[in-house]
């Protein structure tokens, strides 16, 4: 075994067994978390659904919408976390990995992961009205190595009277496999609306010194700053971008969620992000999964406000 593959290796025993999110060599501070729902709680009864696996989260109008990988409806929650209501068709074998919403068009963008397009793998954006009602699909035309490691993420731009949808890659350098693992190669991916589809333009390459060994949710703000989550290391990347280049400015900061009192990682499995104000975040969790340690089921399947 090289040096490189045993490094590797290394870091996916110590993510997978004991949820352990790595320390950084950039900026970082903790996380204030202000409120929180697990997501069956809110809701129970109004679906079918047993698993609200939630993987995006935007928003808009004083309200939190989030996008289901095993499912195909979005809910929209109140900023309270009091009330929920289901929107969308449930349509088989369809789930979203992000949700975004085109302040140009007025529709809302929610992405599907990777699907086989001719024999290429690429991601396809679904769009809807504001009722959630599906009105076409356009491909996202870059390829991925594997259906299941694609776009994690997306948020929507606006640039010179056009609009951008910027995708984050969910492995490091877009690969899939033990690559991926390489931290220090986040990418996000930009494409323009050109008439009746989407021209992939730029690749933004995320500082080196960010050490996330995946890359779950995005979002940008009024001020352009992203925020990005790692699911494997448990935290919120926050820095400025430069629209003009596509650059991220700086080293940016990196914000991780708490641990128990025991000093072990519960927030295992957040999947998606949103600005609510400038210090103001939230975001959602996915399942558990099956090799994860039983503290990881504390924060599961929920949606979590934090400050900065």
Same mark, same amino acid.
């Given at each position: ?6 490094? %590797?290796?290394? =870091? ?26 697990? =997501? ?5 009864? *109004?679906? *079918? ?17 989030? %996008? ?5 409806? %979005? ?26 919403? #085109? @302040?140009?068009?007025? *529709? ?9 397009? +001719?024999? /290429? =793998? ?6 809807? &009205? ?6 076409? *699909?356009?491909? !996202? $035309? ?18 010179? @009277? &056009? ?8 492995? &490091? ?19 323009? $609306? ?7 333009? /730029? ?15 995005? +979002?940008?703000?009024? #001020? @352009?700053? =992203? ?13 400025? !971008? ?5 650059? %991220?400015? #700086? +080293? ?11 000093? &072990? ?11 609510? /104000? ?7 969790? +996915? ?11 504390? $924060? ?9």
């Amino acid at each position: 075994m090289t040096i490189e593959r045993f490094i %590797v290796f290394l =870091l996916i025993i110590l993510t997978s067994f004991g949820c352990f999110a790595e320390e950084y060599t950039i900026r970082s501070s903790i996380l204030n978390v202000m409120n929180e729902r697990n =997501l069956h709680e809110l809701l129970v009864n *109004k679906s *079918k659904e047993k698993k609200h696996e939630a993987s995006g989260v935007l928003f808009a109008n004083n309200s939190f919408f989030i %996008v289901f990988d095993n499912h195909s409806r %979005v809910a929209r929650i109140d900023s309270d976390l009091h009330k929920a209501e289901l929107f969308g068709t449930a349509t088989k074998g369809i789930g979203y990995e992000g949700i975004s919403h #085109d @302040n140009v068009n007025s *529709k809302f963008y929610l992405i599907e992961e990777s699907n086989d397009n +001719d024999g /290429a =793998l690429n991601a396809r954006i679904n769009i809807t &009205n504001n009722k959630f009602s599906l009105e076409k *699909k356009k491909w !996202l $035309k870059y390829n991925f190595q594997k259906n299941n490691k694609g776009f994690e993420g997306i948020t929507t731009v606006v640039k010179d @009277n &056009n609009s951008y949808i910027l995708a984050l890659c969910e492995g &490091n350098d877009c690969d899939a496999g033990s690559a991926s693992k390489i931290n220090g190669a986040g990418r996000i991916k930009v494409f323009e $609306k050109k008439q009746k589809k989407w021209k992939y333009v /730029a690749s933004i390459r995320l500082p080196r010194t960010l050490e996330f060994i995946d890359y779950s949710g995005i +979002d940008i703000n009024s #001020d @352009n700053m =992203l925020a990005i989550t790692s699911q494997e290391s448990s935290a919120i990347f926050v820095a400025g !971008l430069d629209l003009m280049n596509w650059k %991220v400015v #700086d +080293d940016g900061v990196v914000y991780r969620f708490p641990k128990n009192v025991n000093g &072990n990682v519960v927030y295992c499995n957040i999947e998606g992000v949103a600005w609510i /104000a400038t210090d103001q975040l939230v975001t959602v969790s +996915d399942a558990k999964k099956g090799y994860q340690q039983e503290q990881c089921k504390e $924060k599961e399947q929920s949606i979590h406000i934090v400050s900065m």
